[in-house]
C-alpha cells in the first residue's frame, strides 16, 4: 500500500494544527491578554 | 448542541454554507481527478480543514511533492491562522469544548465570530460551537458530494481547478477594496513575475513569498502609516 498521500494530510494537518494551536498554548493561560493582541484583531478583523 | 440553537444559528451560516458547498465540491472532484477517492477526501476535510491548504495538497500530491516542501509550503499559506488565534483568546477564555473551537478557527468561521454577533436567546458557548461546527459540516458535506460527483458523473475536468485562482483572485480584490494603500498588491504581482520568470514554475513560488516577506518588513512602517 502506497502511504505517501497518508504521510502528506498528516504533515499537512500537523502543520494546521499547530499554527492554529500555538496562539493558545503559548499565551492562552495568563489573566490578561498581551496589549498587541488587540492592535493585531484590528489589523486581521480589517483585513476579513 | 440543542435543536434551539441550531435553528437560531443555521440562518446565519447560510452564506458560509453557499460558499464551502461549492468550493468542497470542487475540492472533491478534483482530488477524485487526481486519483483519491472519498475516503483520502474525508480524511483531508476532516483533520486539515483548511481550503487552501487541501487545494494545495492536490497539487503537491498530483507533482508527488516531497514532504519536507510539503510542511513548508502549507506553513507559508496557513500561517495567518496564527494571528487569528492571537485575537481569539480572550473570547475561547473559559468556553466549552474549546480545543474544537481552536482546531475548527478557519477564515471564515474566524470573520463569523470575531464580529461578535451572538444570536439571540443562544449561550456564547453554544453558538461558537454551532458555528464552528456548522461551517465544517458544510465543507465536508460538499466534499463528499464533489467525491461522489466525480466517481459517478463524467465530468471534463478542465477548468475545475480554476476554483482556487478564483478564490484567491477574490481575496486579492477584497484585499484592493479594504486598504487604502495598493503597495502590498503590486509588490506581491510584481515580485511573483519576476521570479517566476527569472526561476521557472518549479522553484519560483518559496523564493518569490520569502522575498515579499522581507520587503514588506522592511516597508513595514511607512504602510502602518499610509493606512
Known amino acids: ?48 | 448542541m440543542t435543536g434551539k440553537v441550531l435553528r437560531k444559528t443555521i440562518p446565519v451560516t447560510l452564506p458560509v454554507m453557499a460558499g464551502f458547498l461549492s468550493l468542497g465540491t470542487a475540492f472533491g472532484i478534483l482530488l477524485q481527478d487526481a486519483g483519491y477517492g472519498l475516503p483520502w477526501a474525508l480524511l483531508m476535510s476532516v483533520f486539515i480543514y483548511a481550503g487552501s491548504a487541501q487545494f494545495l495538497c492536490v497539487e503537491l500530491l498530483a507533482a508527488g511533492a516531497s514532504l519536507s516542501q510539503v510542511a513548508i509550503l502549507t506553513f507559508l499559506l496557513n500561517f495567518r491562522h496564527i494571528f487569528y488565534g492571537l485575537t481569539m483568546i480572550t473570547r475561547y477564555r473559559g468556553v466549552k469544548r474549546k480545543w474544537y473551537l481552536i482546531f475548527g478557527l478557519a477564515d471564515e468561521t474566524y470573520a463569523f465570530l470575531s464580529a461578535d454577533k451572538i444570536s439571540e436567546g443562544v449561550e456564547k458557548d453554544d453558538y461558537y460551537l454551532a458555528v464552528t461546527a456548522l461551517h465544517q459540516t458544510y465543507w465536508v458535506i460538499g466534499t463528499i458530494i464533489g467525491s461522489l460527483a466525480g466517481v459517478l458523473i463524467p465530468f471534463d475536468m478542465a477548468g475545475i481547478d480554476f476554483a482556487m485562482t478564483a478564490l484567491f483572485a477574490v481575496l486579492v480584490v477584497e484585499q484592493w477594496k479594504a486598504h487604502s494603500t495598493h503597495f502590498p498588491v503590486v509588490l506581491g504581482f510584481f515580485i511573483t513575475s519576476m521570479a517566476l520568470l527569472l526561476f521557472g514554475a518549479d522553484h519560483f513560488l518559496i523564493l518569490a513569498l520569502v522575498t515579499i516577506c522581507a520587503v514588506l518588513l522592511l516597508c513595514r512602517k511607512r504602510l502602518e502609516g499610509a493606512e
Open chain 1, 1 to 48: 500500500m502506497n502511504l505517501y498521500p497518508l504521510f502528506v494530510i498528516l504533515i499537512a494537518a500537523a502543520v494546521i494544527i499547530t499554527t492554529r494551536f500555538v496562539p493558545f498554548l503559548l499565551l492562552g493561560r495568563g489573566e490578561e491578554p498581551p496589549a498587541y493582541i488587540v492592535s493585531w484583531e484590528m489589523y486581521c478583523r480589517r483585513r476579513l
